[in-house]
């Protein structure tokens, strides 16, 4: 069964500064879909990025681009210029085709002032 | 285009009964997913509809139930609630065809409190 972890439970980053999100998956595949997302106190899950597998470009969406390492299993996120509404839980995910979105534990980025 | 709606945001029920939610996808998206948030277990899935059909379900007991009707708006029921089933219930659809098909979009959740 896929896995994605994440290991760090907490991070925190003073504003304006950059910051990386780690987190690994295991599978046995290999077309698949990777994502983060964010979820704010108000616990609405909002999309961050997005990974095909099949591309080799790492994905950027602004100030958030990912570091994708196939081989490795790996898919850090990494926040440029951070922001006070960056704080937030950020969840990785896993999906292949149709299939159910595999999550990690989170990761709780503060951001502070 | 609206988001993912769900009703009621917050419920609270007691040990035994029952809870009916909904969820609205977003307009053209067919297929519902819903996933149980709580502290201990994080994220979990527990069953999608596409097109009326349950096309994937979860590690979840037979309380917990679900479908989608023909406008693809989707209700989960739960049947004697236990305190456990105290969670955030999310919703979320996805795109019918093309690109983006495997990408899921979330609704604000329904926050239910078992006593």
């Known amino acids: 069964a896929q896995t994605v972890t994440q290991s760090q439970p907490e991070m925190s980053v003073q504003e304006a500064e950059t910051v990386t999100l780690s987190c690994t998956y295991d599978t046995s595949e290999s077309d698949y879909y990777l994502f983060w997302y964010k979820q704010p106190p108000s616990r609405q899950m909002i999309l961050v990025i997005r990974?095909?597998?099949?591309?080799?470009q790492n994905a950027t969406e602004n100030r958030f681009s990912v570091n994708f390492q196939k081989a490795a299993k790996s898919f850090s996120l990494k926040i440029s210029d951070s922001q006070l509404g960056d704080a937030a839980m950020y969840f990785c995910?896993?999906?292949?085709?149709?299939?159910?979105?595999?999550f990690g534990q989170g990761t709780r980025l503060t951001i502070n002032p | 285009k609206a988001g993912v709606t769900q009703t009621p945001r917050y419920l609270i029920k007691t040990r035994g009964q029952q809870v009916t939610l909904s969820c609205s996808p977003i307009?053209?998206?067919?297929?519902v997913s819903w996933y149980q948030q709580t502290p201990g277990q994080g994220l979990q899935f527990l069953f999608e509809y596409f097109s009326e059909t349950q096309r994937n379900k979860g590690n979840f007991p037979g309380r917990f139930s679900g479908r989608q009707f023909s406008n693809s708006r989707s209700e989960m029921n739960v049947s004697t609630l236990e305190l456990g089933d105290s969670a955030l219930y999310l919703c979320a659809s996805s795109p019918p065809t093309g690109g983006g098909t495997d990408t899921q979009y979330f609704g604000p959740g329904t926050r239910l409190t078992v006593l």
């Open positions: 990974q095909e597998a099949y591309k080799q």
């Open positions: 307009s053209g998206h067919r297929s």
């Open positions: 995910a896993y999906r292949r085709g149709a299939q159910k979105l595999v």
